[in-house]
């Protein structure tokens, strides 16, 4: 059986944890805590003692410099960090958002203190794919083409500013997850206008 936390022990095992945001369930298993109340109020005075940060409802924080792409993907579970957050990191959109784009089960926009979140919906057997998904310290993030594939799996039409910056083979590799007949005539039509570009820059 588990050994119960002292006292003060139970915010010292929120602190050393390498996680930077704590759901109650999270704090729960930490502590080896069976009621769900009892934790409730304990993490409230932790917040109310300045020793912990409300980051979001029922999610907590270490400090005010916490891991937003931890909590975005918190917030609602499954997801993952995709669409112009990644596209834009990695070269392939060159405008700048400032929300934080998420993949998930439902369609939302939501805030937490400053940062917006943007939930896109994606179907539950793609979203449960973990191909083209890379698993960091705290949350998971889609490969750029994942995330331009999620992009075009959502979006009817989209502009992308530099489709050489993807890798094609792990595109069509990434591809046959989505099912769908429509995605895979729109990413074809992207290559070929790539190509295309290619070329012309060869001439």
Request: glycine share 4%; aromatic share 14%.
């Amino acid at each position: 059986m588990d050994k119960i936390p002292t006292k003060g022990e139970y915010l010292e095992i929120l602190l050393r944890s390498s996680q930077t945001i704590f759901s109650t369930k999270d704090a729960t298993l930490l502590w080896n805590e069976n009621d769900n109340s009892v934790v409730t109020d304990r993490l409230k005075k932790y917040v109310k003692a300045g020793k912990l940060f409300r980051a979001y409802r029922g999610l907590y924080a270490k400090d005010h410099k916490f891991d937003p792409f931890e909590l975005a993907t918190r917030i609602y579970t499954p997801s993952y960090i995709s669409f112009e957050t990644v596209l834009t990191r990695e070269g392939v959109n060159f405008q700048y958002y400032g929300n934080i784009f998420v993949a998930s089960y439902i369609n939302r926009e939501v805030s937490a203190g400053e940062q917006k979140i943007t939930f896109v919906r994606t179907k539950d057997y793609v979203l449960s794919n973990t191909t083209g998904v890379e698993h960091m310290d705290g949350y998971a993030i889609a490969t750029r083409e994942r995330a331009f594939l999620d992009r075009v799996y959502v979006s009817k039409d989209y502009h992308f500013d530099n489709l050489a910056n993807l890798n094609w083979d792990k595109v069509f590799e990434i591809l046959p997850i989505y099912h769908n007949k429509r995605l895979e005539k729109k990413v074809k039509e992207y290559f070929k206008s790539y190509q295309n570009s290619q070329s012309n820059k060869v001439i």
